[in-house]
């Protein structure tokens, strides 16, 4: 089946006026983000997400029933390489993690109810949510390892935990929380899913965990890592999401397009490093000479763009599988993506700032951020070595060892056989000599 990443005229009309709208209104307001704070941010971005909206382009991972475009894949990675050049672009466009991971579990596994009091109102940019399932004290590499536990009380469940790194919890009106309901069952069956709200007794959001990304800022920021504590926290029956001991097929569902969109959303991050990179090699001069005329910088260049072309290509590739062949089918292209995309995203960045020596690497560039970025997109969605151990037992699904235990490409074992095979032919050659 030939690969096919072709859109019609009218939808790579829509992404021309995206590249045009990221680049003249959203990222100016980047610079302006660390003086506005959270909710300022909200209502600046308010006018831009109207004209999103009027574009047709608003939360478009969805179905249209849900107020969405059900774009696939192809499409949703060629608009994710646009808005990832900006971290604010997502929150503009609709589709920001984890509200956009959120509202497709929403879609796929919600209630009626649970759709009309948080799926909907979440696309309308009334509510946020947060996605509770990375513990301190467990893995996160293994989420069969969670300890946060829910047990059934009174016709509802008390959950108990202690979770980190849940994406945007100290804004959320509500929070996504997987928690083991089944101890006993097989391991990818023992945790499910449940919407929390924010303020019910028990949640304790603790704190914004700093990080590299985000070091010294202040809690409640958009963009954050919350530290919560679940102490008896009760919720209704209806509290559960999906069935129970669904909660990891769930979050695999949701996490496949994901990383999809994350890989895409690195590529525009890489872009916009690599014409930070090719414009400081024609305008900066060392050594007798602009940048550019030195073979190390040429090299950056190319190399730099054979990476970016090679990601995008395989990142593509997976979009496409999985709009023609199901999540399932494209498990081990989705897998690759994550652990190369990112290399390259830091490698391009890296050389970037480098070039700009010691404005890279102040804060009047953006290149420092990025570069800190970069280094955790080594770490969510799973770290690297779990995606490389993913790819490489699923490619060696397709050999098996020699049963002799003699390599098949085994010169004196072929030279023998190969004998054997042309005997005749051999004897005429020897006779005719």
């Known amino acids: 089946m030939a690969w096919d990443f072709s859109t019609e005229p009218e939808f790579e009309a829509q992404l021309q006026w995206m590249r045009e709208f990221v680049r003249e209104q959203i990222w100016p307001l980047e610079t302006l983000y660390p003086e506005l704070g959270w909710e300022n941010l909200r209502r600046a971005s308010a006018p831009l997400q109207d004209e999103v909206r009027a574009r047709g382009l608003w939360a478009a991972h969805l179905d249209p029933e849900l107020g969405g475009q059900g774009f696939g894949q192809v499409k949703l990675g060629l608009m994710h390489e646009i808005l990832g050049s900006s971290p604010i672009a997502p929150l503009v466009f609709g589709n920001a993690a984890p509200d956009s991971g959120n509202s497709e579990i929403l879609a796929l596994a919600g209630t009626e109810e649970q759709k009309e009091r948080y799926l909907h109102p979440l696309l309308a940019g009334d509510l946020k949510s947060g996605f509770s399932m990375t513990e301190p004290e467990t893995a996160g590499s293994d989420p069969t390892l969670l300890a946060t536990r829910a047990v059934r009380d009174s016709g509802g469940w008390v959950i108990d935990g202690h979770k980190w790194f849940t994406s945007n919890g100290s804004i959320a009106d509500f929070l996504i929380v997987m928690a083991v309901t089944d101890p006993d069952a097989r391991p990818h069956q023992r945790a499910s899913m449940f919407i ?11 704190r914004d965990v700093a990080t590299m990304e985000h ?14 504590r679940y102490t008896g926290v009760r919720v209704g029956s209806g509290a559960l999401l999906g069935p129970e001991g669904g909660g990891f097929l769930m979050a695999q569902q949701r996490l496949g397009p994901g990383r999809i969109h994350h890989c895409m959303r690195w590529l525009g991050v890489a872009r ?18 602009p940048l550019a005329s030195h073979q190390t910088v040429q090299n950056w260049i ?11 290509l395989m990142t593509l590739h997976a979009a496409w599988r999985m709009d023609t062949e199901g999540v399932a089918a494209a498990r081990k292209d989705i897998a690759l993506i994550k652990f190369y995309g990112a290399r390259v995203l ?4 890296d050389r970037a700032l480098q070039a700009h020596g010691g404005l890279g690497y102040s804060c009047d560039l953006p290149l420092e951020a990025m570069y800190r970025f970069a280094r955790a997109a080594r770490i969510y969605d799973g770290p ?3 995606h490389r151990a993913s790819v490489a037992r699923q490619v060696l699904r397709g050999y098996q060892a020699p049963e002799d235990g003699v390599p ?26």
């Not at 929390?196 to 603790?206: A, I, K, L």
């Not at 830091?346 to 960045?349: G, K, R, S, T």
């Open 196 to 206: 929390v709200d924010v303020d019910t007794p028990g949640v304790e959001v603790v």
């Open 215 to 228: 070091p010294y800022e202040s809690f409640g920021r958009y963009g954050n890592h919350a530290e919560i």
């Open 272 to 289: 916009r490093a690599f014409d930070m990179l090719c414009e400081r090699s024609l305008y900066r001069e060392s050594h007798g000479g």
């Open 302 to 312: 190319a190399d730099s763009e054979a990476e970016m072309t090679a990601a995008r």
């Open 346 to 349: 830091h490698d391009v960045i």
């Open 384 to 386: 690297d070595e779990v």
């Open 408 to 433: 098949s490409e085994f010169i004196p074992a072929r030279r023998e056989a190969a004998r054997r095979q042309f005997a005749d032919a051999l004897d005429a050659i020897t006779a005719n000599d």
